[in-house]
């Protein structure tokens, strides 16, 4: 049987985090200081590119020079794209200072070619492949969901064309880089039937469109994201060629949910370091012009966030190595993490807001500028309640089968899932599967909860994080007897708020699953993430949310995360799993 690790390095792995590790700091470094009113990258730049609702072009230019679409290229059609939670470290830099310049510049393209990835023929890959890796996008024309936002209200509609092939109809208003994307992935509705087959995915170059059968709809105003330019399009009867067609007719549907969780993961991945520079903000206005500590006012939402960063960080992460660990496994928890992060990191700015105060309002400021621009731009990255609704969609049908097959049933998942520096395999969007089996988060919890319980009573954090372990596993064990009382399937039961908010509790354990993971994952090289201090502040701050038990904080917990987010600081590094150093 091949090992992980040996089929690591058969195909390189071993150099795929350093190398990653290596570009995301070369980055760093060419896009600067963001805090240097000079810096044609800095905040003060974007901000102003986000006042005139315009790309910041210098910016876009320098990540065309970088390469930046490489990343989203697997390695085997020349790209860098390896493993899905080495791009999302790849890719912190850009995101670090603007959400909205990641959205337009890059990310976009990659939700666009996860079907052809996925399903595309060697042709269709290899001419993707070529306009990302020439500097080119791509942009993706969703299907219409439930509780639709602007960029998922309205779909298409092909219908088969005499001779061959389909004519495609139907107009949406809002897609990012309508205008600026050299290929199209549509996601249309072939059939009129509600069902898993309605919809086929097509690939089109905009520039083989025919005369007055594709119109380029006028720019539209949003509220977040201003630069990412959102316009629109209509077609009218566009012939599409039989080549054109992504997978088999009807698999549109089942492309979205394999490649979705991809999207998801890697939203949570990168949003994440949009919020660390908020955190970034707080801690100055907390520190600025004071000699002595931290006003105690201000310690708790400012270790509260942190704690919730480094949480937020751990799902991710989790999630994100799991589509290449356990392709066929990651697709409950994938839209667990993306259901939890978006809330988790809202709730911060509104925490975060209290500290700056009236500086939080100071919009143009490099220093004190990105929480309302964050404020404004995170509900379209996380597509707000149509995404929130669109991850229930996944969770709740699977609750049953996971409460009377699963839970404290199966078996852990392997310890390279949680461990940095594990070599894994690589993505392959070609692997990724849906519904079914099982759930490694929950065994995962179930397995920590096991190796804490002789620390019980023990005194101090370890006692504290082995009963906040044990807390989750009794709300676990709470939540299969209510899941086993669910209709066959539970889609007859999404529309019911009691059902719905089991996903709320589900997701709210696998984060806590994720963190206890993380935690015994360490090897020792973090000190601080070594201590149980972080991770106790984290589980008791998702234990409230929950509304179960916790224990009261430990003595010197608040005061050993408060220490290292002020060292972090004070040092220049990012305020997530890796630390990573910041250019200054």
């Given at each position: 049987m091949t090992t992980i690790a040996e089929t690591a390095h058969t195909t390189g792995a071993g150099r795929w985090e350093a190398d990653a590790l290596a570009r995301a700091a070369r980055l760093e470094g060419l896009l600067g200081d963001p805090y240097d009113p000079a810096n044609p990258h800095g905040l003060r730049a974007l901000f102003a590119a986000d006042d005139a609702r315009t790309p910041p072009a210098a910016t876009e230019a320098l990540l065309a020079e970088t390469g930046l679409g490489a990343e989203f290229v697997p390695a085997e059609y020349g790209g860098r794209l390896t493993r899905a939670d080495l791009l999302a470290r790849a890719l912190r830099p850009v995101f670090r200072r603007d959400t909205a310049l990641g959205f337009g510049y890059g990310i976009t393209s990659l939700f666009a070619t996860g079907a052809v990835w996925a399903a595309g023929t060697d042709r269709q890959r290899?001419?993707?492949?070529?306009?990302?890796?020439?500097?080119?996008?791509?942009?993706?024309?969703?299907?219409?969901?439930?509780?639709?936002?602007?960029?998922?209200?309205?779909?298409?509609?092909?219908?088969?064309?005499?001779?061959?092939?389909?004519?495609?109809?139907?107009?949406?208003?809002?897609?990012?880089?309508?205008?600026?994307?050299?290929?199209?992935?549509?996601?249309?509705?072939?059939?009129?039937?509600?069902?898993?087959?309605?919809?086929?995915?097509?690939?089109?170059?905009?520039?083989?469109?025919?005369?007055?059968?594709?119109?380029?709809?006028?720019?539209?105003?949003?509220?977040?994201?201003?630069?990412?330019?959102?316009?629109?399009?209509?077609?009218?009867?566009?012939?599409?060629?039989?080549?054109?067609?992504?997978?088999?007719?009807?698999?549109?549907?089942?492309?979205?949910?394999?490649?979705?969780?991809?999207?998801?993961?890697?939203?949570?991945?990168?949003?994440?370091?949009?919020?660390?520079?908020?955190?970034?903000?707080?801690?100055?206005?907390?520190?600025?012009?004071?000699?002595?500590?931290?006003?105690?006012?201000?310690?708790?939402?400012?270790?509260?966030?942190?704690?919730?960063?480094?949480?937020?960080?751990?799902?991710?992460?989790?999630?994100?190595?799991?589509?290449?660990?356990?392709?066929?496994?990651?697709?409950?928890?994938?839209?667990?993490?993306?259901?939890?992060?978006?809330?988790?990191?809202?709730?911060?700015?509104?925490?975060?807001?209290?500290?700056?105060?009236?500086?939080?309002?100071?919009?143009?400021?490099?220093?004190?500028?990105?929480?309302?621009?964050?404020?404004?731009?995170?509900?379209?990255?996380?597509?707000?309640?149509?995404?929130?609704?669109?991850?229930?969609?996944?969770?709740?049908?699977?609750?049953?089968?996971?409460?009377?097959?699963?839970?404290?049933?199966?078996?852990?998942?392997?310890?390279?899932?949680?461990?940095?520096?594990?070599?894994?395999?690589?993505?392959?969007?070609?692997?990724?599967?849906?519904?079914?089996?099982?759930?490694?988060?929950?065994?995962?919890?179930?397995?920590?909860?096991?190796?804490?319980?002789?620390?019980?009573?023990?005194g101090g954090q370890i006692t504290a994080l082995a009963e906040l372990a044990e807390a989750f596993v009794a709300e676990l064990r709470a939540l299969r007897e209510t899941c086993r009382l669910l209709p066959p399937y539970g889609v007859s039961a999404l529309g019911d708020p009691a059902v719905c908010v089991l996903s709320d509790r589900y997701s709210l354990i696998a984060a806590a699953a994720a963190v206890l993971g993380v935690w015994e994952g360490q090897d020792g090289s973090d000190p601080f993430l070594a201590d149980a201090a972080w991770a106790v502040l984290a589980l008791s701050r998702i234990g409230e949310r929950l509304g179960i038990p916790v224990p009261a904080l430990p003595d010197g917990c608040v005061s050993r995360v408060l220490d290292e987010l002020i060292r972090r600081y004070r040092a220049g590094l990012s305020c997530d799993l890796d630390a990573t150093p910041l250019a200054r």
């Open positions: 290899r001419d993707l492949a070529g306009l990302l890796l020439g500097g080119g996008r791509a942009t993706i024309l969703h299907h219409e969901l439930a509780h639709a936002n602007a960029i998922l209200r309205d779909e298409f509609t092909a219908r088969p064309a005499p001779g061959g092939g389909h004519r495609l109809h139907g107009r949406k208003d809002v897609i990012i880089n309508a205008a600026r994307a050299g290929a199209q992935v549509v996601y249309a509705r072939t059939d009129d039937a509600r069902g898993p087959r309605s919809h086929s995915v097509f690939l089109l170059d905009p520039a083989g469109a025919a005369p007055g059968t594709m119109r380029h709809l006028p720019r539209t105003e949003t509220s977040g994201m201003r630069g990412a330019l959102f316009s629109g399009l209509e077609f009218d009867g566009r012939p599409l060629p039989e080549d054109a067609l992504v997978g088999r007719p009807g698999e549109g549907v089942a492309l979205a949910l394999r490649t979705f969780q991809v999207n998801r993961s890697v939203i949570c991945g990168v949003v994440t370091a949009a919020a660390d520079t908020v955190l970034h903000s707080a801690v100055r206005a907390a520190t600025t012009g004071r000699s002595g500590p931290v006003a105690r006012r201000w310690r708790a939402p400012l270790t509260g966030v942190f704690a919730d960063l480094l949480a937020c960080d751990s799902m991710a992460t989790v999630a994100l190595r799991a589509l290449g660990l356990m392709p066929d496994r990651a697709h409950v928890p994938a839209a667990a993490v993306k259901y939890v992060v978006p809330d988790l990191l809202r709730e911060n700015l509104e925490e975060l807001a209290t500290v700056l105060g009236a500086r939080g309002y100071d919009h143009g400021s490099p220093e004190y500028g990105a929480l309302n621009k964050l404020v404004r731009d995170l509900p379209v990255a996380g597509l707000g309640h149509a995404g929130t609704a669109a991850c229930q969609a996944v969770i709740v049908p699977q609750l049953r089968t996971l409460a009377e097959s699963a839970w404290f049933a199966e078996d852990e998942p392997p310890p390279e899932l949680f461990r940095r520096g594990a070599e894994l395999p690589p993505l392959d969007y070609r692997l990724l599967g849906i519904a079914g089996g099982g759930d490694f988060m929950a065994a995962s919890l179930i397995g920590s909860a096991g190796r804490l319980a002789p620390a019980r009573g023990v």
